[in-house]
């Protein structure tokens, strides 16, 4: 059912087009709308009349508040002589700014100009009994003569002009600011360059040195490991040689010793097996530095690995207060290197075994996730939490740890971690004072 419109106007001489230029102000102001949109709506009311008026020689008007969904005002201006849209469209251009929405149509009906405006969100709520109330209202407005309709328009003009006047105003205000900070911006923006093109002119001779420190560097590690390597195959010979002649000294069928000498010829022969060792992992190192250990692949027997240590570590395992315990490997086989790992879980167990005076050094290998770990878990005098990395470092040793069988040389398990790292894999270290550490090591179970 269409709703009751709230007012009708007909315009039959052109001084209706006056009033109904008035009456379209005050619906409009009745509904809710602003005053700009009152004077927008009232003026399009008068243009599309004053065309209409023209074209067909009378028209009506009806004012119908649409509240289903956005709630709008909605005019039509309409003639039951059909034909005239082609003549009063094109007159109509300007007008479609004034609303929101401008139809202009011929139908059964005749000539319709249907125009729209949307009413603001703090309009009052049009419920059938405001509706009532504004229908009232209107009825009794008595409209006012053209001169005063002309007053009110000379009114809306100078206030329009007025309004124009002080955005004119406010924009050129803001011309001024916009430029102003333009040209702030500018200048902060020549700055910026400036300190950028300067910052990257330092970076790059940054770079440039960094580089030349890295070079330096590299040249510098290459050098130490040709020196070790050097020094320890130039030293392997002469301490071989000083072992062997302690032994032909020591030996029964060599002429007997008296007691003090054959103890100067054992501390001899010890000195030097401990020379050797350190000019074996001296060579062993610089080996790995140099990039010259090449992994051989292949399908590993754990099972055979860990019997091997079992045995061959069992004569340094001697003290009864220490259990030295190789459990059966959980995972059976693993592609790696056997040599490589057989010599890093050997350097570990021979390193806890050294510093382990009682209590037990283990052996252990489990799956975790992808990956495959082995534990060697010592109850040793533990390493403090802030030299726990240090200890990878070549000579560093724990300050006030004791070894049971000798003093170590500090390279052990730098050496144990470039052999894992060539193996795909990460060693590191659990440790607390007084209660033992922990090494692990973990490599990839596909070898890769």
Do not use: C
Not at 161 to 188: C, F, H, I, W
Not at 189 to 196: P, V
Not at 357 to 377: P, Q
Request: glycine content about 8%.
């Amino acid at each position: 059912m269409t709703p009751e419109p709230l007012m009708r106007v007909h315009l039959r001489v052109e001084q209706d087009v006056f009033v109904a230029r008035q009456m379209g102000r005050e619906v409009a102001r009745a509904v809710g709308m602003e005053q700009q949109d009152q004077t927008r709506l009232a003026t399009a009311l008068s243009e599309v009349g004053r065309v209409m008026l023209a074209v067909t020689r009378s028209a009506d008007v009806a004012f119908e508040a649409d509240v289903n969904g956005v709630p709008t005002l909605r005019v039509t201006v309409a003639n039951p002589q059909s034909g005239g849209a082609a003549r009063i469209g094109p007159q109509l251009g300007q007008v479609g700014r004034l609303v929101d929405t401008l139809e202009v149509s011929d139908g059964e009906t005749g000539t319709v100009v249907s125009m729209a405006r949307r009413l603001p969100a703090s309009s009052p709520r049009l419920t059938p009994e405001r509706m009532d109330e504004i229908r009232a209202g209107l009825a009794q407005h008595v409209p006012g003569t053209p001169l005063d309709e002309l007053t009110v328009q000379n009114q809306q003009l100078i206030a329009a002009l007025d309004e124009v006047r002080a955005q004119r105003d406010d924009l050129a205000r803001l011309n001024a600011e916009l430029e102003e900070t333009n040209r702030g911006v500018m200048a902060l923006y020549n700055q910026l360059s400036q300190e950028l093109e300067e910052t990257n002119r330092g970076v790059v001779a940054l770079y440039a040195e960094l580089d030349e420190k890295s070079e330096q560097l590299r040249t510098a590690s290459e050098a130490k490991s040709r020196f070790l390597a050097n020094v320890s195959h130039e030293l392997r010979a002469p301490v071989t040689a000083v072992i062997g002649l302690a032994r032909l000294l020591n030996d029964p069928s060599s002429e007997p010793l008296q007691g003090e000498q054959r103890r100067q010829v054992e501390l001899i022969s010890s000195s030097a097996s401990d020379l050797l060792t350190l000019v074996n992992d001296l060579l062993d190192l610089a080996k790995a530095e140099a990039g010259r250990i090449e992994p051989e692949w292949s399908e590993v027997d754990l099972r055979a690995v860990f019997g091997q240590l079992r045995g061959t570590l069992r004569p340094l395992a001697t003290r009864p207060e220490v259990d030295f315990e190789v459990d059966e490997p959980a995972v059976p086989t693993l592609r790696t290197d056997e040599v490589l790992l057989t010599r890093v879980l050997r350097n570990l167990l021979t390193n806890a075994i050294k510093f382990t005076s009682e209590g037990s050094v283990r052996l252990k290998v489990r799956m975790v996730d992808d990956d495959i770990e082995f534990t060697v878990t010592d109850t040793g005098s533990g390493i403090p939490p802030e030299l726990q990395e240090r200890v990878f470092e070549e000579f560093y040793q724990v300050p006030g740890s004791r070894s049971a069988l000798g003093k170590g040389t500090g390279l052990g398990l730098p050496y144990a971690r470039r052999l894992v790292g060539i193996l795909g894999g990460g060693l590191r270290v659990e440790s607390e004072v007084g209660r033992g550490s922990t090494f692990t090591v973990r490599l990839p179970a596909d070898g890769s």
